[in-house]
């Protein structure tokens, strides 16, 4: 079975970094993408960053450009989001998941399997 188990969330302060984990699992599909969503409270969910395990191009939302980076072990199966300079906006639920075409994109209807969510929360 395909599996992603998202972990590294945490309480930080504005300005303070976090880095999240993406472990993946069960894929017997070569070539594909992760994203890395987010939901916070009364939002709808939002593309957050992407990468493509074959070329490992990646793409950012607007919002998070120059501060977060997405990355890939693919040895691991582990794909890891760095965030940097958070700010109280970027609190919300963060989730992974995976896009079978590997198509790198932010729109979440394109992706196939969910991981469970991980809290990142930051105060101002």
């Known amino acids: 079975d395909v599996q992603l188990q998202a972990s590294g969330g945490g309480l930080v302060q504005a300005g303070e970094s976090l880095t999240l984990s993406c472990a993946t699992s069960?894929?017997?599909?070569?070539?594909?993408?992760i994203g890395w969503f987010r939901q916070a409270p009364g939002k709808e969910r939002e593309g957050v960053s992407c990468?493509?395990?074959?070329?490992?191009?990646?793409s950012y939302a607007d919002s998070v450009k120059g501060r977060f980076t997405i990355s890939s072990d693919n040895a691991k199966g582990t794909i890891y989001l760095q965030m940097n300079s958070l700010k109280p906006e970027d609190t919300a639920v963060y989730y992974c998941?995976?896009?079978?075409?590997?198509?790198?994109?932010?729109?979440?209807?394109?992706?196939?399997?969910w991981g469970q969510g991980t809290q990142v929360t930051v105060s101002s």
């Open positions: 998941a995976v896009d079978k075409a590997s198509i790198c994109t932010l729109y979440s209807s394109w992706y196939n399997y």
């Open positions: 069960g894929f017997t599909f070569d070539n594909y993408a």
């Open positions: 990468i493509s395990s074959s070329d490992r191009s990646a």
